[in-house]
Antibody
Framework: EVQLLESGGGLVQPGGSLTISCAASGFTFSSHSMSWVRQAPGKGLEWVSHISSTSGTTYYADSVRGRFTISRDSSKNTVYLQMNSLRADDTAVYYC???????????????WGQGTLVTVSS | EIVMTQSPATLSVSPGERATLSCRASQSVSSSLAWYQQKPGQAPRLLIYGASTRATGIPARFSGSGSGTEFTLTISSLQSEDFAIYYCQQYNNWPPWTFGQGTRVEIK
């Protein structure tokens, strides 16, 4: 069974930093791209960042580019999101999501973690 | 960036009735369209991918159709557990992967 377990969320002041993690199990971690998707309170889903299966390629939403960094550690089956210069509008539940792969090309998000809440407030 | 637009924002349906949800893409996404269900306090769950293929374990009352820019999610006979928010998402042109704003299906 695929499991994605996020951790590390919490309260941080504006301008501060936080790193959240996603521990994966139940599948071959090195075969899948991974993404972070967030959801502000009462709002819809927003894709944030993506990392390829080999860590060779990363992508970021315009809203976080230059402030957030995605990485992965295959020895720990874990994906990270380092968030710097946090703003109030970064407040959201952050979900880790696995991408389905077809002929090596990332597709839809086929598994999701339960999410971790990041609150940016003074 | 491909913009996904869902309609209606809220759909009021009685249990046992059919629900039809729409999703439109600002440009063609071929059949690279997924639907997700989200219940309060829970993570999204994949329902449909490839516009019309049900994910593992999804009941047959859920069906998807469409291609290009117009897509539909149909729930043939609403059960109590189907009242939730539904999101469409395109994965034809990325980054970014983009979602619709969601359709809330509520009890009439």
């Amino acid at each position: 069974e695929v499991q994605l377990l996020e951790s590390g969320g919490g309260l941080v002041q504006p301008g501060g930093s936080l790193t959240i993690s996603c521990a994966a199990s139940g599948f071959t971690f090195s075969s899948h791209s991974m993404s972070w998707v967030r959801q502000a309170p009462g709002k819809g889903l927003e894709w944030v960042s993506h990392i390829s299966s080999t860590s060779g390629t990363t992508y970021y939403a315009d809203s976080v580019r230059g402030r957030f960094t995605i990485s992965r550690d295959s020895s720990k089956n874990t994906v990270y999101l380092q968030m710097n210069s946090l703003r109030a509008d970064d407040t959201a539940v952050y979900y880790c999501a696995r991408l389905a792969i077809v002929r090596g090309v990332p597709q839809n998000f086929d598994s999701w973690g339960q999410g971790t809440l990041v609150t940016v407030s003074s | 960036e491909i913009v996904m637009t869902q309609s209606p924002a809220t759909l009021s349906v009685s249990p046992g009735e059919r629900a039809t949800l729409s999703c439109r893409a600002s440009q063609s996404v071929s059949s690279s369209l997924a639907w997700y269900q989200q219940k309060p306090g829970q993570a999204p769950r994949l329902l449909i991918y490839g516009a019309s293929t049900r994910a593992t374990g999804i009941p047959a009352r859920f069906s998807g159709s469409g291609s290009g820019t117009e897509f539909t999610l149909t729930i043939s006979s609403l059960q109590s557990e189907d009242f939730a928010i539904y999101y469409c998402q395109q994965y034809n042109n990325w980054p970014p992967w983009t979602f619709g704003q969601g359709t809330r299906v509520e009890i009439k």
